[in-house]
């Protein structure tokens, strides 16, 4: 079984910033792509940025030059720093991975979420 486990979300001020964690563990053969989503209040989950294996990383237009996207491939993990924050990044942010698992699957797991809040 594979689990993906968030942390790093909370309350901050705008301007502010959050360093967000996606570690992988289970029956993991290897990671493809990874990213990060999220959902504000009464709107639809989007893409917030992603990165393959390789590194290559993509950004929504409303967090370029903002959030970065980095992995740690040895550790199985994603992260996502956000700087210059501002309220309308609040949501709910949820991370995802193609993951091939040990048993040769591969499909697409979620994390359980964590809420980011920004707010003075």
């Known amino acids: 079984q594979v689990q993906l486990v968030e942390s790093g979300g909370g309350l901050v001020q705008p301007g502010g910033s959050l360093r967000l964690s996606c570690a992988a563990s289970?029956?993991?053969?290897?990671?493809?792509?990874m990213g990060w989503y999220r959902q504000g209040p009464g709107k639809q989950r989007e893409l917030v940025a992603g990165i393959t294996s390789g590194g290559t990383t993509n950004y929504a237009s409303s967090v370029k030059g903002r959030f970065t996207i980095s992995r740690d491939n040895a550790k199985n993990t994603v992260y996502l720093q956000m700087n210059s924050l501002k309220p309308e990044d609040t949501a709910v942010y949820y991370c995802?991975?193609?993951?091939?698992?040990?048993?040769?699957?591969?499909?697409?797991?979620w994390g359980q979420g964590t809420q980011v809040t920004v707010s003075s």
């Open positions: 289970g029956s993991i053969f290897s990671i493809n792509a």
């Open positions: 995802n991975a193609d993951i091939n698992s040990s048993g040769f699957s591969r499909r697409i797991y």
